[in-house]
């Protein structure tokens, strides 16, 4: 528990240095994301080594992982048009989440996010924080835990929409990895697709 606990303070402090209004000036966001995600999955590969034997690479579950990143784009798309009819702070911050690519090659950005940073977060949010957490507690318990954790992890950026995007996104593959952990390839393929799709491909604007 205390390599578990150490990990998720770990996760706190990077995700705050990256997002907080206060410091994330001084770094580069994109790198700080792909240093952070990638000694984050390192961390759980050392700590709780196997979950690699829980990733089946099959066509059923590409299949599914596409299918979850479209369901899981066009909620945000709904949610984007909702969100603007109820607060006027809504659009502003969604900007604000956008303008971090500014400047940045889209290409370099699709290839950080589908190999690096979408994988790496699924491989430490769910196949670390919220396995070990269900086998020490409960399934139920695990997810939920772990769906308001990773929300929380972004509360330094004073951003009410991305702390809530992460917890709508985070509910959903938590729930996903709590029914399904047998499709945890295909967890891990969605969270890669939707990132590039949301960021990249498709941007909700």
Known sequence: MKR?????????????VMFSPWTAHYVNFWWMMTASACVLSLCATIFAPGWWKRVRLTPSNIFWGVVI?????GVF????KLSQLMFDFARPQVDTI???????????????????????EEIFWRGYVQHNLSLRWNPNLGFVVTTLVYALVHAGSMNFMLTMAAMVAGAAWGLLYRLFPERFAAIIISHALWDV?????????
């Open 69 to 73: 990143a479209v369901a899981l784009w």
């Open 98 to 120: 956008y303008g971090m690519k500014e400047g940045e090659s889209p290409w370099l950005l699709t290839v950080l996010m589908l190999f690096l940073i979408g994988p790496a």
């Open 197 to 205: 799709a949301v960021f990249i491909w498709f941007p909700i604007m």
């Open 4 to 16: 578990l606990l150490f990990t998720i303070i770990l996760a706190t402090v990077l995700w705050t």
């Open 77 to 80: 798309w709904v949610g984007d």
